[in-house]
């Protein structure tokens, strides 16, 4: 396609956005296993209608311009932290996304590390649990730094003494996922807290996913283990607000025990015309209307709206769980938490299981190891569930009725 030489009428441009959007997968009906979230009809106008408002702004001039918008990223922050049991003097911002706010405390864990060591030089590892998100391999990429896997337990939680054994004195951050996003289970965080205790290290829990629900899920009568800043060797944290906070993208949350643990984090830099940028942020500009929305749907929410959106999803998600298993062969990996599964049946091709889940109109969520299916649903995704069941018995029956060999391949891009 060339740049347009002219213009066309508008109606017939979004007439077009509207046909061209009519062929992508059908995400409102809950076809797409993650991506899109929603909780009730009203939160998701919440968030529209405050994203709307600030549609303009800009957050990277909150501090100079958009006074409301610094008191509401503030707010943001005080409501999290105070959600996630952090001590007086605890930190935090919001970022763009789950990437950005792992991006952002590699980097303070590294710059803290240095600093401590007095070598700004110094080339780090993260220990992470083999299911930890692709993210950190970005920021160790970025950073130049090594990333050491270590392979989950058998309930597919991270392995706190074999996360210790991996450890040496160059390791500067070992992380938990809150839950990791193959398998939906909460690590132990508590154990791994008493690993970083006990040899001084930086503890970063990746609650990108289940942050903003998991607290609800607790108060509701489900099982969560400690994950948050209750744990005293937890240094940072990461939530996003565009998951499990029905917030509309970009938006998420990052949070340290201290300010000293957040300096590292702070870019502060001097050296063009204009005078001293800074940001506590990777990016420059900034969804205003990511911060409002995110206010507001605390607020209208409260903690009893996220409670009753929280009940809603762990009762559609038992109700997934029990279904899947009734088919025959067919088991949930581990105990998930919150409404991410992994699943898959040992006798068969799982590829070969999602092709017939995709020929019947579904995007699969796969999983790799297990071979599996995977979801991550929010109520998008409760009237599909009898479909999603059906179809799901039936391409595994078709699998099993049938030879063959998968050319679909587990690839998130
Ligand atoms: C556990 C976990 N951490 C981090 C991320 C990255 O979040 P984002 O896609 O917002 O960058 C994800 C995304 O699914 C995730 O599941």
């Given at each position: ?327 025959p ?18 006798d068969l ?47 595994a029956a078709e699998v099993r009725a049938t ?11």
């Amino acid at each position: 396609m060339k740049f347009p030489d002219s213009g066309r009428p508008r109606a017939e441009v979004m007439a077009e956005l509207s046909a061209m959007k009519s062929g992508d997968a059908d995400w409102r009906r809950g076809r797409v296993p993650l991506y899109v979230f929603k909780a009730t009809q009203e939160a998701a106008e919440v968030g529209q209608e405050a994203f709307n408002l600030y549609f303009t702004e800009n957050a990277l001039g909150a501090k100079r311009a958009f006074s409301s918008l610094k008191k509401m990223e503030d707010e943001v922050a005080a409501m999290a932290l105070d959600l996630f049991h952090a001590p007086a003097g605890a930190v935090g911002n919001m970022t763009t996304g789950g990437s950005e706010s792992i991006l952002m405390a590699v980097k303070a864990a590294r710059d803290f590390a240095r600093k401590q060591r007095g070598d700004r030089a110094h080339r780090g590892n993260l220990v992470l649990p083999g299911s930890a998100h692709p993210a950190f391999n970005k920021a160790a990429l970025l950073m130049d730094l090594e990333v050491r896997r270590v392979a989950v337990a058998k309930d597919f939680r991270a392995d706190p003494a074999a996360m210790a054994a991996a450890c040496d004195r160059d390791t500067i951050m070992i992380v938990g996922s809150a839950p990791c996003f193959p398998y939906g289970a909460i690590d132990p965080i508590r154990e791994l807290g008493q690993v970083a205790g006990a040899k001084n290290l930086w503890l970063h829990v990746d609650a990108c996913v289940g942050g903003y629900v998991a607290p609800f899920v607790r108060d509701e009568g489900w099982p969560v283990p400690d994950f948050d800043f209750s744990v005293p060797e937890v240094s940072s944290l990461s939530a996003d607000l565009h998951k499990f906070g029905f917030a509309p993208k970009p938006a998420s949350t990052v949070f340290y025990r201290d300010a000293e643990k957040r300096a590292g984090q702070t870019f502060s830099i001097d050296e063009w015309p204009n005078g001293r940028f800074v940001t506590e942020t990777l990016t420059g500009t900034r969804a205003g209307g990511a911060v409002a929305a995110a206010w507001a749907l605390m607020q209208t929410l409260g903690r009893p709206g996220y409670r009753r959106i929280a009940r809603d999803l762990m009762r559609m998600r038992d109700a997934y769980v029990e279904g899947i298993e009734k088919i025959p062969g067919f088991r949930v990996f581990g105990a998930p938490h919150l409404t991410l599964l992994g699943f898959g049946a040992a006798d068969l091709d799982m590829g070969r299981v999602a092709e017939g889940m995709q020929k019947r109109g579904w995007v699969p969520g796969m999983l790799k190891d297990p071979p599996g299916l995977h979801l991550m649903m929010s109520l998008l995704h409760a009237e599909a569930r009898n479909d999603y069941l059906r179809d799901l018995a039936a391409s595994a029956a078709e699998v099993r009725a049938t030879s063959g060999k998968a050319k679909i391949e587990a690839v998130y891009s």
